[in-house]
Structure formats: structure tokens, C-alpha cells
């Protein structure tokens, strides 16, 4: 039962009340699917009191540069009024004229990682343009989530993130949705045993059976795997029910959990 552990979960994106549904709506549109969820703080910790979680590290992602310094104040100022609730990550984007500036702000905002969604913000991971990030990311020690996978496009699939990975040892990846959404078993044989590369479970569970989860955990190792639901996609409560559904072990449960991503974002609670 998810009351015998901690729970973080480490991929959740939120939005001002006035823009929520417009950009829940969005992404719906994106994936083809329909949220159940709003995508506000207030619905987020609600959703996640019910389905058991603790503690939520929270996003959202910038389509334009010029969105970049109102997002990481939002994500600050929401991360400030959740009572210990929430740790955030800032946004970035290739197109900005100032990327040390831009990193440099959210650093003084103490926002604890970056999210990247290069499906979305539409840029391949290796492109050069990004290079001044993961340089920067990785000079300041900041962990970067990045939406990995998609069959549909070519922007974030391995061929795409391994030659970064390589390149950049030092700078830590958790690469959502199992590596590789929609490509999630491939994903996985790509990426194993790559030091500093992690995943998340999120999108993943509705789509694969647990057998599957389980085979591609323990291809990554539990160690490498942190509990995610990528709400306001998925209800926190149904996403428990179909980790819980894979069958892992205590101790797996607990790395997955919240060890993990205490240990990855130095996550006190």
C-alpha cells in the first residue's frame, strides 16, 4: 500500500488559474487524450493528498524565450506558498539571447532543476543551440528533466539524446516517461546502465502492461527509475494504483518512491 511510503511525485506541471484550462487543453491536444485534472496548484494538491503523495516537483515549459522569466517567477512564487509542499524546476529555451542570465535567475529564484520539452518548445536534443544549455546545467549542477520519446517526430527519440549524454557525463538527465514515450521498450536498451541517466514513469503505465514496466525497470534498475504521473494528464490516485499494479519489491518501491529524487534534487522533507 502506498501508506508504507514517502511519495514524491517528480513530474507534475502546473499553470496560473487564468491560463489552466487553455493549457491543459493544449497538451491534450498534442496527445489526443482528455486530463481529468486542471492543472492548478489547488487541484494538484488535492489529487495528491487523496492518492497518498507527500511532496511534488513541480514545472512548466516555455514555448517562446520570452516566456521563460514569467514561468520561473510562477513556478518560485508557487513553490513559496506551498508550505514545503512543492520543489521547482525552471524552464528554458534555445531561442533566448541570454542563457546564462536566464539560468543565473532561476538559480537566484532556488529553483532546483530545469524541464525541457523539446517536442513541444519543437528543437532536436543535440541541437547546437542547446549546447549552451547543458553546459550551463551542468556548470551550476542543475539536473534537467526532459520529456524524452515521441514515434511521431524525430526531436527526442535516443539517436537524439545519446550523443548529449556522451558528451556531457557530468550533467544529470531523467529522461520522462521510461526514456522513450510510445518507444518505451526500445527506449530502454538504448539507454541501460548510462551513470547519470535516469527516467521517470510517467504517460507510460495507461499504455504498457505492468509485465512490460517491470521488464523495462529492471533493464534501468530501480535506482535509476523515479515515480512520476505527469498530472495534469493522469489523476495521481489512478497512477499509484497502476504502479502499485507492477509488483516490484519493498525496497524497489522505496528507491522509486522518493530516494531517488530526494538524492537527485537534495529533496528534504
Same mark, same amino acid.
Given at each position: 500500500?502506498?501508506?508504507?511510503?514517502?511519495?514524491?511525485?517528480?513530474?507534475?506541471?502546473?499553470?496560473?488559474?487564468?491560463?489552466?484550462?487553455?493549457?491543459?487543453?493544449?497538451?491534450?491536444?498534442?496527445?489526443?487524450?482528455?486530463?481529468?485534472?486542471?492543472?492548478?496548484?489547488?487541484?494538484?494538491?488535492?489529487?495528491?493528498?487523496?492518492?497518498?503523495?507527500?511532496?511534488?516537483?513541480?514545472?512548466?515549459?516555455?514555448?517562446?524565450?520570452?516566456?521563460?522569466?514569467?514561468?520561473?517567477? %510562477?513556478?518560485?512564487?508557487?513553490?513559496?506558498?506551498?508550505?514545503?509542499?512543492?520543489?521547482?524546476?525552471?524552464?528554458?529555451?534555445?531561442?533566448?539571447?541570454?542563457?546564462?542570465?536566464?539560468?543565473?535567475?532561476?538559480?537566484?529564484?532556488?529553483?532546483?532543476?530545469?524541464?525541457?520539452?523539446?517536442?513541444?518548445?519543437?528543437?532536436?536534443?543535440?541541437?547546437?543551440?542547446?549546447?549552451?544549455?547543458?553546459?550551463?546545467?551542468?556548470?551550476?549542477?542543475?539536473?534537467?528533466?526532459?520529456?524524452?520519446?515521441?514515434?511521431?517526430?524525430?526531436?527526442?527519440?535516443?539517436?537524439?539524446?545519446?550523443?548529449?549524454?556522451?558528451? %556531457?557525463?557530468?550533467?544529470?538527465?531523467?529522461?520522462?516517461?521510461?526514456?522513450?514515450?510510445?518507444?518505451? +521498450?526500445?527506449?530502454?536498451?538504448?539507454?541501460?546502465?548510462?551513470?547519470?541517466?535516469?527516467?521517470?514513469?510517467?504517460?507510460?503505465?495507461?499504455?504498457?502492461?505492468?509485465?512490460?514496466?517491470?521488464?523495462?525497470?529492471?533493464?534501468?534498475?530501480?535506482?535509476?527509475?523515479?515515480?512520476?504521473?505527469?498530472?495534469?494528464?493522469?489523476?495521481?490516485? +489512478?497512477?499509484? +494504483?497502476?504502479?502499485?499494479?507492477?509488483?516490484?519489491?519493498?525496497?524497489?518501491?522505496?528507491?522509486?518512491?522518493?530516494?531517488?529524487?530526494?538524492?537527485? %534534487?537534495?529533496?528534504?522533507?
Amino acid at each position: 500500500m502506498v501508506k508504507d511510503f514517502t511519495v514524491i511525485d517528480s513530474h507534475c506541471h502546473i499553470y496560473p488559474e487564468k491560463i489552466a484550462a487553455k493549457a491543459v487543453g493544449g497538451t491534450d491536444n498534442f496527445y489526443d487524450i482528455v486530463s481529468k485534472c486542471l492543472g492548478t496548484t489547488e487541484d494538484l494538491v488535492a489529487r495528491g493528498k487523496k492518492a497518498g503523495i507527500d511532496h511534488f516537483i513541480v514545472q512548466s515549459v516555455a514555448t517562446t524565450p520570452k516566456q521563460v522569466k514569467s514561468i520561473n517567477e %510562477f513556478i518560485a512564487m508557487s513553490v513559496k506558498e506551498s508550505n514545503g509542499l512543492f520543489t521547482g524546476l525552471g524552464t528554458l529555451h534555445p531561442d533566448s539571447e541570454n542563457q546564462r542570465a536566464d539560468v543565473e535567475h532561476l538559480v537566484e529564484l532556488s529553483l532546483k532543476g530545469i524541464k525541457l520539452h523539446p517536442d513541444i518548445q519543437q528543437f532536436a536534443i543535440d541541437d547546437e543551440r542547446c549546447i549552451k544549455i547543458y553546459e550551463l546545467c551542468e556548470e551550476f549542477n542543475l539536473p534537467v528533466l526532459m520529456h524524452t520519446g515521441d514515434n511521431r517526430y524525430d526531436y527526442s527519440n535516443p539517436n537524439r539524446l545519446l550523443p548529449v549524454l556522451k558528451r %556531457f557525463k557530468n550533467l544529470t538527465v531523467i529522461g520522462a516517461h521510461f526514456g522513450g514515450w510510445s518507444i518505451w +521498450e526500445d527506449a530502454c536498451k538504448e539507454y541501460a546502465g548510462i551513470p547519470n541517466f535516469y527516467v521517470d514513469c510517467s504517460s507510460s503505465l495507461y499504455a504498457i502492461t505492468p509485465e512490460a514496466a517491470k521488464k523495462v525497470v529492471r533493464t534501468y534498475g530501480a535506482q535509476h527509475v523515479l515515480f512520476a504521473t505527469d498530472y495534469p494528464m493522469w489523476d495521481p490516485s +489512478e497512477e499509484i +494504483e497502476r504502479f502499485l499494479a507492477i509488483g516490484l519489491t519493498k525496497e524497489e518501491n522505496e528507491m522509486i518512491f522518493s530516494k531517488n529524487v530526494r538524492k537527485i %534534487f537534495d529533496i528534504k522533507l
